[in-house]
């Protein structure tokens, strides 16, 4: 069990947003979580990410409670993120944006005097991963002259720079057009294998990217697990479809 | 391939200056200088890390009463052993002072960073004994490389050695800059300054980062300040004052914050056009005012911006 989370409550004053969620990944394991708007899906990211700490119950990542650790001491421990709106930075290239990545995963970000321009493995190892998200091509430009579905990619990549076991994305094809959809999680997944990352956690909205990658679903619903089974098990339970997914007309 | 050219001719032309210019342009260039040091240091935290102090003339200060206080009353004239303790001064005073400020953001930053500057600068105006109060302090003529250049009159001393000892310091001043905004730390505070949330998820402390260029920050102006003061031969509280600060956060936007070398020629453009100004009119800050106005809804880039094709806001690695 490479993240556990077990009876995890939040509230903010009266209202519950988390009411006794538990859930676990394996390593090796592809997690989609789903619901409704308001099903408490971005508070469990906060809280299974370390930016809050629960109310009640704990969050476990290889063991060690990270319950409200912050989001540097997070990625030290080796769990990265992605965000929902994509977070990029605007003047810095992609070869820039992949680097301080790498910079920070060596842990060299208080190195005053020591150049960026020769270390020719920090430029190499941008330049991989650059590649591997197919923006080789772009890794001058900066970020915020890319497409959409690239700034979606880069702000990906650089959580893949440092090499995490684990990464949690939040909704990694908002903002994607429906054609691009696909391609981009091919990429992402493509990348993952290449990385080697153990476990990955979607938040998403669109089905068929929840169905068509997930190895397990677990559905939110007014704070509370719904259901948490395969997605053939998730496409059996009427009661989910009906809350949560909603039926094809 | 531009810039280095550009670099060698106006090298050569500073240092040549004072043989040919009138001493009167050359003493101009030493207040230039000076700033350009401060402005090095400023715009480490303005340009780089997104964050604008209103309250540095805190640490000029503090470099210029070191160097007062030292020459006057420890007896120490070694320009070498007076910009390192207005240097450590600086540093020690922004280690608290960054640790609380690094905080808050945008214009609680610059508040805060204001309300530090004017607490100093009442301690300046209200412990006479200690600091002379409004009449400030003097600044004793240093000795440079040893020695003390007694043959020499003021303006000698001023247009000879400390010119070039000035733009030593200067100079040195820019390649260490130069190398820090070209290190890992140097990209993480970029990163910080484009996108802090984004910065903390890669695993970049903000607040750690925000430190270190504050405090860097601040002994660029302890030693900037340090040399502000020989020249006049005299510290006092306005040189803390929050106008003063108000001025250099001017300086940086004139010459482009965006920038590597818009600082310098930030400082280089008020000074001169200062002196321009006030010798035919007297009311100088109504043009200034009028010039700032201009140039935040006009000229971003400062005038860095305008000389360079790049869209103006730009931020690079330059």
């Not at chain 1, 820039?96 to 430029?123: I, K, N, P, W, Y």
């Not at chain 2, 401060?38 to 200060?61: C, D, E, K, P, R």
């Not at chain 2, 001017?250 to 818009?262: A, E, K, Y």
Request: charge should be positive; charged fraction near 15%; hydrophobic fraction near 50%.
């Amino acid at each position: 069990m490479i993240l556990e989370a077990h009876d995890l409550r939040k509230l903010y004053g009266d209202y519950v947003a988390l009411d006794g969620v538990s859930l676990s990944v394996r390593e090796g394991e592809f997690v989609s979580i789903i619901g409704p708007n308001g099903a408490g899906k971005s508070t469990l990211i906060n809280v299974l990410t370390g930016v809050l700490a629960p109310s009640g119950g704990h969050v476990r990542f290889k063991g060690r409670d990270i319950g409200g650790i912050g989001p540097v001491a997070l990625t030290r421990l080796g769990m990265a993120r992605s965000f929902q709106l994509v977070q990029i930075f605007p003047e810095l290239t992609v070869l820039e944006t992949l680097q301080a990545a790498v910079v920070s995963r060596r842990q060299h970000g208080s190195r005053l005097f020591a150049s960026l321009r020769a270390d020719h493995r920090l430029h190499a190892e941008a330049l991989e991963v650059a590649a591997l998200f197919g923006l080789a091509d772009k890794a001058h430009r900066r970020a915020r002259e890319l497409p959409q579905g690239d700034k979606k990619l880069l702000d990906v990549a650089s959580a893949f720079t440092l090499r995490p076991e684990i990464i949690l994305l939040d909704e990694p094809t908002s903002g994607v057009s429906t054609a691009d959809k696909h391609t981009v999680m091919e990429i992402m997944v493509g990348a993952a294998k290449q990385i080697g990352l153990r476990s990955i956690i979607q938040v998403e909205h669109d089905m068929d990217i929840v169905f068509g990658y997930s190895d397990r679903i677990v559905a939110l619903h007014q704070g509370k697990v719904l259901a948490d089974a395969t997605p053939a098990g998730i496409r059996a339970d009427a009661h989910v479809v009906d809350t949560v997914i909603g039926r094809k007309r | 391939m531009r810039t280095p050219v550009a670099l060698a001719v106006l090298g050569l032309a500073v240092l040549v200056l004072p043989l040919v210019a009138p001493p009167y342009y050359v003493t101009l260039m030493l207040p230039f200088m000076a700033y350009g040091v401060i402005l090095l240091g400023l715009n480490l935290l303005f340009g780089y890390t997104g964050l604008v102090s209103f309250g540095h003339a805190l640490f000029i200060g503090i470099g210029a009463y070191t160097g007062a206080v030292l020459t006057t009353k420890l007896g120490v004239r070694h320009m070498e052993l007076i910009l390192p303790a207005a240097a450590l001064a600086a540093a020690v005073v922004a280690a608290p002072v960054g640790a609380l400020c690094v905080r808050y953001v945008k214009i609680y930053f610059g508040m805060l960073t204001l309300a530090f500057g004017m607490v100093f600068y009442t301690f300046l105006l209200k412990f006479y004994r200690l600091t002379g109060g409004d009449e400030g302090m003097r600044m004793l003529r240093p000795y440079l490389l040893g020695r003390e250049w007694t043959g020499f009159s003021k303006v000698d001393y001023l247009v000879g050695p400390y010119y070039y000892f000035s733009l030593a310091v200067l100079v040195l001043a820019t390649l260490v800059m130069w190398r820090i905004v070209g290190s890992p730390f140097g990209l993480c505070l970029k990163t910080i300054r484009d996108n802090p949330l984004k910065a903390e998820s890669l695993g970049v402390s903000v607040a750690r980062h925000r430190w270190y260029a504050f405090m860097i920050s601040a002994v660029y102006a302890g030693v900037g300040g340090a040399l502000l003061a020989p020249p006049t031969g005299n510290v006092d509280p306005t040189l803390a004052y929050w106008t003063h600060s108000g001025n250099i956060v001017f300086m940086v936007l004139l010459g482009g914050f965006s920038s590597f070398f818009g600082p310098l020629l930030g400082a280089f453009a008020f000074i001169f056009l200062q002196d321009t100004v006030m010798s035919v009119f007297p009311y100088w800050r109504l043009i200034f005012g009028a010039v700032l106005a201009f140039i935040v809804i006009f000229a971003p880039g400062g005038l860095m911006g305008l000389f360079a094709r790049r869209p103006p806001v730009e931020v690079s690695g330059a």
